[in-house]
């Protein structure tokens, strides 16, 4: 058997990728390709697993880092706004730390008194009741105001609260109605 080739005029290229001696002319070399892609691969699994720590055998807790927990923070001061009613009366109680009973006032205020307190929502029962808003101010700068009316269901923490602010018997802002 004889085996016989054909004869092309042109010359057949197939495609290829560039050789290693054109990736070392444009400064590209293998070793820095390995490199790349062990660096995109390491990321990978990071990434995928996590930098955590194992947290040992089963039922077996390492020490865990201790967090102090932060104490609540302080009141500051307390304020309380009656308006409404059919007169249209305006007063605002302020009731600081150098006021007398500020101590029951905020005891009344603090952040776990107040734990889930919530004010009303929407309108009035009626045009001629008074509304109250009460805004409390700690001493992390933060502060929360509640808003109730007469003859609403109102918490039992704002109801103890706006007691305790009327029984210091704190004098109410100037107020043209009142003056």
Same mark, same amino acid.
């Given at each position: 058997?004889?085996?016989?080739?054909? /004869?092309?005029? !042109?010359?057949?290229?197939?495609?290829?990728?560039?050789? &290693?001696?054109? &990736?070392?002319? #444009?400064?590209?070399?293998? %070793?820095?390709?390995?490199? &790349?892609?062990?660096?995109? *691969?390491? @990321?990978?699994? &990071?990434? *995928?697993?996590?930098?955590?720590?194992?947290?040992?055998?089963?039922?077996?807790?390492?020490?865990? +880092?201790?967090?102090?927990?932060?104490?609540?923070?302080?009141? =500051?001061?307390? $304020?309380?706004?009656?308006?409404?009613?059919? @007169?249209?009366?305006?007063?605002?109680?302020?009731?600081?730390?150098?006021? +007398?009973? !500020? $101590?029951?006032?905020? $005891?009344?205020?603090?952040?776990? $008194?107040?734990?889930?307190? /919530?004010?009303?929502?929407? /309108?009035?029962?009626?045009? =001629? *009741?008074?509304?109250?808003? *009460?805004?409390?101010?700690?001493? =992390?700068?933060?502060?929360?105001?509640? #808003?109730?009316? =007469?003859?609403?269901?109102?918490? +039992?923490?704002?109801?103890?609260? @706006? !007691? @305790?602010?009327?029984?210091?018997?704190?004098? +109410?802002?100037? %107020?043209?109605?009142?003056?």
């Amino acid at each position: 058997m004889r085996t016989v080739y054909a /004869k092309c005029d !042109h010359e057949v290229s197939q495609p290829r990728g560039p050789t &290693l001696t054109e &990736l070392a002319d #444009r400064g590209v070399r293998r %070793s820095d390709m390995r490199r &790349l892609i062990t660096a995109v *691969l390491a @990321a990978a699994v &990071l990434t *995928l697993v996590g930098c955590g720590s194992d947290p040992g055998p089963a039922g077996i807790e390492g020490p865990r +880092p201790t967090q102090t927990p932060r104490p609540p923070a302080s009141v =500051d001061s307390v $304020a309380m706004t009656q308006s409404g009613g059919f @007169a249209g009366l305006r007063r605002t109680w302020h009731v600081g730390p150098t006021d +007398p009973g !500020h $101590a029951a006032v905020f $005891a009344a205020a603090s952040q776990q $008194a107040l734990v889930g307190a /919530k004010g009303s929502t929407g /309108k009035a029962p009626c045009c =001629d *009741l008074f509304q109250y808003r *009460l805004t409390v101010s700690y001493s =992390d700068g933060g502060s929360e105001s509640f #808003r109730f009316y =007469d003859g609403a269901p109102t918490d +039992p923490a704002l109801t103890r609260l @706006a !007691h @305790a602010v009327l029984r210091t018997q704190p004098q +109410p802002s100037d %107020s043209p109605t009142l003056q």
